[in-house]
């Protein structure tokens, strides 16, 4: 079945310091892949996505490409703000499987002034 | 704009009560579905459903009844509440399944 697995936290780093958030997935078909997040006391909200290989999503600084070969999707930021801090979830959906969407158990990234 | 709305925010009950956790959305999205989010275990579907009147179990739905009347409500039943039924429980809605989900905002619930 359908997969994905991400990095255990928590991410400490200073502010201003490189993000990275490793996700790998597992499909039967053609996922789409999502990066989701969660400010605390909040539901998930949309962060980015990409539906094919070798795209690229990417919004408010955040970027993640689809890698078919190494079946990953890791999300990066060049400069984190404290008001990244939150919770990241990596998941896909997959259109030649089962359609239902699957979610990793999400990466806490604190970050220090 | 409205999104998915659920209600109520935070609840108290005892072991044993019953009780229903509303979701409503305002986007016309076929599909829809309910997660328990514990920690460290992520969000797990408890069920869901990909159009009104069809309904299906998701990872741990023991415990857990749902019904879909319409495509704007999406209510979770506890039939009989235990304290391992202690979670935030998110609802969640998209046109289809494979496209963006749409959270709300939580229901907290404690059960004594």
């Known amino acids: 079945g359908d997969s994905v697995t991400q990095m255990e936290g928590p991410v400490t780093l200073s502010e201003e310091a490189f993000l990275t958030i490793n996700c790998t997935y597992t499909a039967t078909g053609y996922p789409s892949l999502f990066w989701y997040v969660q400010y605390p006391g909040e539901g998930l909200q949309l962060l980015l996505k990409?539906?094919?290989?070798?795209d690229k999503g990417s919004n408010k600084g955040f970027e993640a490409t689809y890698r078919k070969e190494t079946t990953s999707f890791h999300l990066e930021k060049g400069s984190v703000q404290v008001s990244d801090s939150a919770v990241y979830f990596c998941a896909l959906s997959d259109r030649g499987g089962s359609y239902i969407p699957t979610f990793g158990r999400g990466t806490s990234l604190i970050v220090h002034p | 704009n409205a999104g998915v709305t659920q209600t109520p925010k935070f609840q108290v009950l005892k072991t044993g009560q019953s009780m229903t956790l509303q979701c409503a959305q305002d986007?016309?999205?076929?599909?829809m579905s309910w997660y328990r989010q514990d920690p460290g275990m992520g969000l797990r579907l408890i069920h869901y459903s990909v159009g009104a009147g069809i309904t299906d179990q998701g990872e741990v739905p023991n415990g857990y009844n749902v019904s879909r009347s319409t495509t704007e409500d999406f209510p979770l039943r506890l039939l009989s509440a235990a304290p391992s039924q202690t979670s935030v429980y998110f609802c969640?809605?998209?046109?289809?399944?494979?496209?963006?989900?749409?959270f709300g905002d939580g229901t907290r619930l404690s059960i004594l």
């Open positions: 969640a809605s998209s046109q289809l399944s494979d496209q963006p989900q749409h």
């Open positions: 986007m016309n999205h076929e599909y």
């Open positions: 990409a539906t094919k290989a070798d």
